[in-house]
């Protein structure tokens, strides 16, 4: 049972646009959400968090919004940039739990020059 | 300061054989979780180690199984290996469990079984 859903694969965009990946999830016990960005051949990188407690987090041009009533998360990208082409995968943990994280199966982002 | 290092990066191993995958974590870093990515399951928990002992599996078979050591050098072995064994295998290590901000991938092993 996947708990944490990426339901679309992939997403291509304009460079300048706004890129928008979305995340759902169905543990009620996450409290802690991730992004992590993967480029072919490398690691995952961490991208920005999110606590449960908040329902926004902001770092440059990266948003991450939570709404925790719809198990829902979702990446704001403004404006994209052609290297923000990559995957994206969102992350759910625990911290009272398990404290594993639990992906989601990732987005390829293209944003097109 | 180094990054994390796995090793080898590249494996074509033949159905039933077993496998060893490395990985050295970021010096001072204690735990060290691994991770198998597929193309249809993203990336899937395999397990995670804190200071040589597992505190978490994932839902995997008994064929995989790993270690630690007492220098936070983590081995996973992979035994009678099938086809659909083949995925990249990711390492990450952070100081310690369960802080996801704080942890950082290797490059990951790739594993293919012919």
């Known amino acids: 049972d996947q708990q944490v859903k990426q339901n679309s694969p992939s997403l291509s965009v304009q460079e300048g646009r706004i890129s928008i990946l979305n995340c759902d999830y169905t543990?009620?016990?996450?409290?802690?959400f991730l992004w992590y960005k993967k480029y072919p051949a490398e690691g995952p990188t961490f991208l920005i968090s999110i606590s449960s407690i908040k329902d926004k987090n902001e770092d440059g041009r990266f948003t991450v919004f939570l709404n925790k009533s719809a198990k829902h998360l979702s990446l704001h990208i403004v404006p994209s940039q052609p290297g923000d082409s990559a995957v994206y995968f969102c992350a759910a943990l625990s911290q009272g739990g398990s404290e594993k994280l639990v992906f989601g199966k990732g987005t390829k982002l293209t944003v097109n020059p | 300061k180094a990054g994390v290092t796995q090793t080898p990066r590249y494996l074509i191993k033949t159905r039933g054989q077993q496998v060893t995958l490395s990985c050295s974590p970021i010096s001072g870093h204690r735990s060290v979780s691994w991770y198998q990515q597929t193309p249809g399951q993203g990336l899937q928990f395999l397990f995670e180690?804190?200071?040589?002992?597992?505190?978490n599996k994932g839902n995997f078979p008994g064929r995989f199984s790993g270690r630690q050591f007492s220098n936070s050098r983590s081995e996973m072995n992979v035994s009678t290996l099938e086809l659909g064994d083949s995925a990249l295998y990711l390492c990450?290590?952070?100081?310690?469990?369960?802080?996801?901000?704080?942890?950082?991938f290797g490059q990951g092993t790739r594993l293919t079984v012919v």
């Open positions: 990450a290590s952070s100081e310690v469990p369960g802080i996801g901000t704080e942890a950082f």
């Open positions: 180690y804190f200071s040589e002992t597992q505190r």
């Open positions: 543990n009620s016990m996450f409290d802690y």
